[in-house]
């Protein structure tokens, strides 16, 4: 039975919220009198339907349904969230909420996007205000995982838990803000720096290409990875973090008075920002910007997810607990028929997998298939797991056919087959589809090997039975085609 | 003749300064009275040779020589630029530059990194002030692109040109800053949101933990690829940016006192600090945290340039001049000796392209060998371009031998041949080695197709002349070991 989220207000932030629900398998209900929401929530759902399945490396759950409501009440009633993203006006959200409660069940959660205004706020007129939070995002919602979860004292706790949990499970990492201030901790942090930005550009020390460039050429780059305490923690180095604090402290007061004042964004600053804003990035439309922005963020978050940091951490942990939710095989006992080939990737094609003409990038072919061998290993009980051990697999060869191609946020499966199992040597065959079509196949031979002297080993008892066995139970299947064939063997070529 | 750098002050930023310049090959002379420097620096260099060769796709010119000096006169004298990297005290830095221009040559450049002192206050009491410059850059001052070039109206502004150009000869991107003001461009963003930082530890609204991480999984991964006007100008969407300023104008001027006031670093505040970054960090030593730094920054970098974006593209730019001053091949005519491999990868091995073990990831060298048949392509007059085309070659398969691995920073380089060139058909073998030492093999076979249909055709006759030619000169190198082999043919396996 699909969850349901209720989407109340469908700009930017709401349709995201939207897609992100929608991708992640619930049925979700969008409210919103504006006239142009199915178009626009369903242009989001598009960019969103092409990034996000693709950043993880298990597949998301099968798409939920999205409906467009004309009725708070149709809208809410029976969903287990309600998320709330209209314009940032008290009067009108504490209205609003007032109007979602009679409708809403007693367990439901109702989630406000504000950037600005405090669960005491929204919750100031309620007659129910334990059921209403704060979960802040940051756009694109589809992407960034970042939300924020503030709460007042008239909140349960456990309904705080089961909003972060509920949070976690559509892909982001809730942060649990300590208090009630306003703009909580994200916005403060960036519009400290936002304000700082209006005075360079007001005082004429900077474009705002400048400005973006010192901060995506710079300090930018390192807080995609470590935010600013880690940052001064490394750059105390051996001082130490007391006595660097001591020593830039005294800085921090000198006269820069601009620092602390709050720029007026009068007519004229608002001019030169509009027009070098427009020499900058004119040239792209704003289409073209979040395309780009989108591929660039699943590019960092996956790299991220690569080197098992920030939050690549949490990518990583969203993919155990699909892959578990999705029982894909781990170990022996968990095959089905072993006889049959194995599920050993179920996926989606990423954004940043593909070259400037749509087609899918061989070495990211590989890169799958390496996760598919990973998968083999870890079923016969010889996974690569954290690099202590002293001898294990080493892939000898990769054989790969390269015949179709499928494009971002499509699914992406291997089906693996052991041609060859004793003690030493293991011959797998990969089958890559998409939608049943066949874009790849490879052949890997994998040798055991004492890692220092690359020498050949016999693996442990157990490893070599599961070996044998599995290879022995799939070798009734049909030699698979092409495998075995050496490279550039003639075939029929169809010609003009 | 190798240019010569010298570098005053030997903290993490001057020995920063000081790999940088060595891995692009001039030779640097270190002046520091601290005994510890040689180590110091050392220990930096180490862990740049690690990340900075292989950042971009070509290799960096043959590493220069580091020295240390005992003497200002010794260091300085025939160094065309000298960076000054001591303690933020201006008297010390203002008496420093009268002994450097006691013994520089009269275009010597004198750099300062200073963060908080402008070009002006620096030049206060120089009889030259017109040598001296401010080029602040970011720690770790050899991966982080950026550097703020300062200057007053006292600097030439061939002068400025010249740092600017040095500055990108070395891999950074100079950001020239309008004005002169305390802490340039680059450092105000940075301590408006460390000042924000501090406020909300102070008042215990987050924990050092929770505004990294409110920073690392949202804006911070926005601010590594865009800065904040660009999204600002995403945000502002079809409302477009003037009307979106003016809607969100007022709001920086909310009661929030403690957004514009400057917190005090006092020993409270100072311990809490020290106590929760030790709660967030504390698990990994200070080595670890560098070498985690480095490999999620050439992660991030790398990414953003196979996105062709934002710190990327600077990444680009440089590979395309080191590959012309190498003289690689990119055309038939370049090619000394067409009988001979053609040299079509020579790089480094990045940092994240090697697995837990420390072993080269098999992806990342089908990616390396990608980049070999691009090469090829573009010699033959077939490079893959825009995208626009409607036909070109297309990769049928690949087979590749994994034979070995090299650490991150070892010199990689790829030679290619084709065995087979007609008009239609393309079959490539590529070797790549390290030092001499093969590490793999590959083999890959192309076919020459109508994009859309993905049906066999002529390549252009230009094209398929200059396969021909190249094919029929190379056919008279023996063939390659291991060519044309089925995968997992026997071969002979040494055992225990």
């Given at each position: 039975?699909?969850?349901?989220?209720?989407?109340?207000?469908?700009?930017?932030?709401?349709?995201?919220?939207?897609?992100?629900?929608?991708?992640?398998?619930?049925?979700?209900?969008?409210?919103?009198?504006?006239?142009?929401?199915?178009?626009?929530?369903?242009?989001?759902?598009?960019?969103?339907?092409?990034?996000?399945?693709?950043?993880?490396?298990?597949?998301?759950?099968?798409?939920?349904?999205?409906?467009?409501?004309?009725?708070?009440?149709?809208?809410?009633?029976?969903?287990?969230?309600?998320?709330?993203?209209?314009?940032?006006?008290?009067?009108?959200?504490?209205?609003?909420?007032?109007?979602?409660?009679?409708?809403?069940?007693?367990?439901?959660?109702?989630?406000?996007?504000?950037?600005?205004?405090?669960?005491?706020?929204?919750?100031?007129?309620?007659?129910?205000?334990?059921?209403?939070?704060?979960?802040?995002?940051?756009?694109?919602?589809?992407?960034?995982?970042?939300?924020?979860?503030?709460?007042?004292?008239?909140?349960?706790?456990?309904?705080?838990?089961?909003?972060r949990?509920?949070l976690?499970?559509?892909g982001?990492?809730?942060?649990?803000?300590?208090g009630?201030?306003?703009a909580?901790?994200?916005?403060?942090?960036?519009?400290?720096?936002w304000?700082?930005?209006?005075?360079?550009?007001?005082?004429?020390?900077?474009?705002?290409?400048e400005?973006?460039?010192?901060?995506?050429?710079?300090?930018?780059?390192?807080?995609?990875?470590?935010?600013?305490?880690?940052?001064?923690?490394?750059?105390?180095?051996?001082?130490?973090?007391?006595?660097?604090?001591?020593?830039?402290?005294?800085?921090?007061?000198?006269?820069?008075?601009?620092?602390?004042?709050?720029?007026?964004?009068?007519?004229?600053?608002?001019?030169?920002?509009?027009?070098?804003?427009?020499?900058?990035?004119?040239?792209?439309s704003?289409?073209?910007?979040?395309?780009?922005?989108?591929?660039?963020?699943?590019?960092?978050?996956?790299?991220?997810?690569?080197?098992?940091?920030?939050?690549?951490?949490?990518?990583?942990?969203?993919?155990?607990?699909?892959?578990?939710?999705?029982?894909?095989?781990?170990?022996?006992?968990?095959?089905d028929?072993?006889?049959?080939?194995?599920?050993?990737?179920?996926?989606a094609?990423?954004?940043?997998?593909?070259?400037?003409?749509?087609?899918?990038?061989?070495?990211?072919?590989?890169?799958?298939?390496?996760?598919?061998?990973?998968?083999?290993?870890?079923?016969?009980?010889?996974?690569?797991?954290?690099?202590?051990?002293?001898?294990?697999?080493?892939?000898?060869?990769?054989?790969?056919?390269?015949?179709?191609?499928?494009?971002?946020?499509?699914?992406?499966?291997?089906?693996?087959?052991?041609?060859?199992?004793?003690?030493?040597?293991?011959?797998?065959?990969?089958?890559?589809?998409?939608?049943?079509?066949?874009?790849?196949?490879?052949?890997?031979?994998?040798?055991?090997?004492?890692?220092?002297?690359?020498?050949?080993?016999?693996?442990?008892?157990?490893?070599?039975?599961?070996?044998?066995r599995?290879?022995?139970?799939?070798?009734?299947?049909?030699?698979?085609?092409?495998?075995?064939?050496?490279?550039?063997a003639?075939?029929?070529?169809?010609?003009?």
């Amino acid at each position: 039975m699909p969850r349901v989220a209720a989407i109340i207000g469908s700009g930017a932030i709401g349709a995201g919220w939207a897609a992100r629900f929608v991708l992640n398998g619930w049925n979700v209900r969008v409210f919103d009198p504006d006239p142009a929401t199915p178009e626009r929530v369903h242009a989001v759902l598009a960019r969103a339907r092409r990034a996000l399945p693709g950043l993880g490396d298990v597949a998301l759950p099968a798409e939920g349904e999205l409906a467009f409501c004309g009725l708070i009440s149709e809208t809410v009633t029976g969903a287990e969230w309600v998320q709330e993203s209209v314009p940032e006006r008290l009067e009108l959200k504490q209205t609003l909420y007032r109007k979602l409660q009679e409708h809403a069940g007693e367990e439901t959660i109702l989630a406000s996007s504000s950037s600005g205004f405090t669960p005491s706020d929204l919750q100031a007129t309620s007659n129910n205000p334990g059921q209403i939070l704060v979960c802040h995002p940051l756009n694109p919602v589809y992407l960034l995982p970042l939300v924020e979860v503030v709460h007042s004292d008239k909140n349960h706790p456990d309904r705080i838990d089961r909003a972060r949990e509920t949070l976690a499970e559509i892909g982001m990492v809730p942060l649990r803000v300590r208090g009630e201030i306003t703009a909580h901790v994200a916005d403060r942090l960036q519009e400290a720096l936002w304000r700082e930005a209006l005075w360079l550009v007001r005082d004429e020390v900077a474009t705002t290409q400048e400005v973006d460039d010192a901060i995506r050429m710079g300090a930018g780059l390192r807080w995609a990875q470590m935010g600013p305490f880690d940052c001064a923690r490394i750059a105390a180095g051996p001082e130490g973090m007391a006595e660097f604090l001591r020593r830039v402290g005294p800085a921090l007061n000198w006269s820069r008075s601009k620092l602390t004042e709050v720029p007026e964004l009068d007519a004229g600053l608002i001019g030169r920002i509009v027009e070098q804003s427009e020499d900058q990035s004119g040239h792209l439309s704003p289409e073209d910007l979040e395309d780009r922005r989108d591929r660039n963020l699943v590019t960092l978050l996956r790299g991220l997810a690569s080197q098992g940091w920030g939050a690549g951490v949490a990518l990583r942990r969203q993919d155990e607990a699909r892959a578990e939710r999705r029982a894909m095989p781990r170990r022996m006992a968990d095959l089905d028929d072993p006889a049959r080939p194995v599920l050993t990737v179920d996926r989606a094609v990423p954004l940043d997998w593909l070259d400037v003409r749509g087609r899918m990038i061989e070495a990211r072919c590989l890169e799958a298939f390496g996760h598919a061998t990973d998968r083999m290993l870890e079923i016969v009980g010889s996974a690569p797991g954290d690099g202590a051990a002293e001898a294990g697999f080493l892939t000898e060869e990769s054989h790969i056919r390269h015949l179709d191609t499928a494009p971002a946020g499509a699914p992406l499966r291997i089906d693996s087959r052991l041609i060859v199992g004793d003690g030493t040597r293991m011959h797998l065959w990969h089958e890559m589809t998409s939608d049943g079509r066949t874009l790849a196949t490879a052949e890997q031979v994998l040798l055991h090997v004492e890692f220092a002297t690359r020498t050949a080993c016999e693996a442990e008892p157990a490893v070599a039975e599961a070996m044998r066995r599995l290879a022995r139970a799939q070798a009734a299947l049909p030699a698979p085609e092409g495998a075995g064939r050496a490279l550039g063997a003639p075939r029929e070529v169809t010609r003009h």
